[in-house]
């Protein structure tokens, strides 16, 4: 179970910068989440985001190695409501009995209300977007576990952090971010890997990218939000998919996808551009 524990300082080339040792990030499969406290203070940690289906068991036990056995989280914080990043939530909450906090638009699809779209299966981008449309896209039903995040941006239980808005991927999509060290917790606003192609998934090749394309809703509001994480000048982003990047990679690369994001993120075709992508 050690080796896939990994602390973002360790993950990546790309980092320069010294991170703080309160965030680990755990891969499952092809989506992080992470832990957030400082082991040192075992009762003080917040869980953002809950991974693939069927890995209660992986993040329970990765909570113990960090915070010691039978310690549980205060919280558990969704960027959003998709499958990859909710997998495990249900399972977590009947075993810790802990509050999940959302985005008040993405509550619908976590309290049966609501499904997501159906994935764009015709998004261009390789064997990850055709096979997208296996992928559930049904809502969860928390019931009464989930509470909306505060109107103030105050994260529970995160004291030095707020939640950003940033949707487009989902209507309720946030992303984290924490002032003192600039560091953020981006979701699928942006991400660091080609989602849509095995191969890099399968590699991780980093290479900056918007969010996944063939779950995407709203293109103008998915810009809005990388311009609006990008003026926050973050030091380091753990995002949904793909390795943390740091540093001046993170701010070139940042910089580069706001002002391509045409090229780089939003697809030439799909049910969910058409008619909305210039065509110079
Ligand atoms: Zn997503
Ligand atoms: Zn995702």
């Known amino acids: 179970m050690k080796d896939r524990l990994i602390p973002v300082t360790s993950v990546s080339s790309g980092l320069e910068q010294p991170i703080t040792p309160d965030i680990h990030c755990l891969p499952i499969q092809v989506v992080n989440l992470c832990f957030v406290g400082s082991p040192v203070r075992p009762d003080e940690w917040v869980l953002v985001d809950a991974g693939m289906p069927k890995s209660a068991e992986q ?16 919280a ?36 049966g209300q609501m499904d997501y779209p159906e994935p764009d299966t015709s998004v261009e981008g390789g064997l990850v977007a ?5 992928f559930p896209n049904e809502g969860i039903d928390l019931g009464s576990n989930v509470y909306k995040l505060p109107d103030d941006g105050s994260v529970p239980h995160m004291p030095e952090w707020q939640w950003v808005h940033t949707p487009g991927h989902t209507q309720g999509h946030v992303s984290l971010f924490r002032e003192k060290d600039r560091t953020m917790i981006a979701g699928d ?38 311009r609006k994480l990008e003026a926050l000048k973050p030091n380091i982003a753990v995002t949904g998919h793909g ?38």
């Open 189 to 226: 606003a942006f991400i660091t890997v080609k989602q849509e192609y095995l191969f890099k998934v399968l590699t991780q090749e980093m290479e900056i990218s918007g969010p996944p394309r063939y779950l995407t809703t709203d293109w103008d509001a998915a810009w809005d939000s990388v």
């Open 76 to 111: 558990i914080i969704l960027t959003h409501g998709h499958f990859d990043h909710v997998g495990a939530v249900e399972e977590l909450v009947d075993y810790w009995n802990v509050p999940v906090y959302a985005h008040e638009l993405e509550l619908p699809f976590l309290t």
């Open 243 to 280: 390795h943390p990047m740091a540093g001046e990679e993170l701010r070139e690369n940042l910089s580069r996808l706001v002002q391509d994001f045409e090229k780089i993120a939003i697809p030439d075709h799909g049910k969910f551009v058409d008619g909305k992508k210039n065509d110079t």
């Open 130 to 134: 055709k096979m997208s449309r296996m």
């Open 59 to 74: 993040i329970i036990a990765t909570a113990s190695e960090l915070y010691g056995e039978g310690k549980k989280p205060q």
